[in-house]
């Protein structure tokens, strides 16, 4: 998935320039809805960390939170993933997919790093300047904090990128592989949770989202779609949604009842009919309901790339401020920390533009240049 923007081109209007398929813009939501809850998930569990928020008291939020929205960000790339290597080969165009990834990340750990060091003793998880040199040195085989998920999501796409294009594998045959993958991960790969191939750890659980999103891709979108079209209807859509959400909330309840992991195999369950439950939910409010979606959210999909790599920093430094001047109430230090951690790196991504800086920064994309709903 590229992660600046939604696949598929909006209609440009613009002479000469021709007009793909039109922009998923339930798609855009659902992603925008997971980064959204990444945003609070940082922000709750910093403030756990930081002993303002007890985590018993938001043991099971955390847990339902944490659930899904990492695994409904891999749906959604595979979904996309899809009409992408139709426009351009995976195998042609794999340096430059790659750099969009990671040259942003590697910009932004050495950034939080040095934020962090800075920090000192304010920081939750103090790091040293020699510790933090030395995590600079190893990028990216150990990403540091947040930044494993965009090199597993790299891994992923490189992985079906290959399995498709030179492998000449189905979408089908590559969900076969990528569940027996998942289900090593659950028997044997899940207690390597240290070292340097913690990467391909992770891959090996989420390829399995991933490559779902990718099977059902040629059933969802576009006009070409391969879905019957009985199942198309409103009603069977609403009644996946309701079968998915209630397969989510029987999971999610065994697994605080049994005091399971989400690392587990109902963790699996409660993640793909979590991450179904509000694709399909999001389909019907925007493709069937005709809602009108406010253009902030459009703007926090758009822009997914940039407030995941600069979020962090903004949510502890307005933990920090405001427990200085005294607020030290959970509720509003997690609406603050979730508002400034969206909107934050927002207001940056601008200055950076102001200033030439973005393409410097890893947000230089020409698509980002231009508005919402062009060709991008």
Partial sequence: MNMRSADGRGS????GVPSGPP????????????????V???TERGLVAAGVMPGTEVEDFDRIVYSFHIPLFFMISGLLFTK?????????SWKARALRIVQPCLIW???LLGLIVLAATQANTPVSAQDALTGILLLPLQPVSIFWFPYTLLICMAASGLAVEYMRL???TLLLLSSVLHLAYLLWLSELQTGIG???VRFGEHQLYFATGFFLARSVLGRE??????????KAIGAFAVVASTSFLAAACLLAELDLSYHSAIGTLAALSASAAILSGCHLAINVAKRAVPPPILTISQETLAIFCMHVPFIAATRMVMTRFGIEDASILLLAGTAMGLCGPLFALRLMDGFGLAAFAGFGDERRTQRYGERS
């Fill in 84 to 92: 992408s290597i139709e426009r351009r080969p995976f195998m042609s």
């Fill in 109 to 111: 750990s050495v950034a």
């Fill in 198 to 200: 913690l990467q391909f």
């Fill in 170 to 172: 189905k979408p089908s």
């Fill in 12 to 15: 440009a209007g613009r002479r």
């Fill in 225 to 234: 779609a391969g879905l019957a079209e009985s199942w198309r209807e409103p």
């Fill in 40 to 42: 609070v998930g940082h």
């Fill in 23 to 38: 922009r998923q813009i339930w798609i855009d939501v659902a992603r925008a809805i997971a980064l959204v809850l990444v």
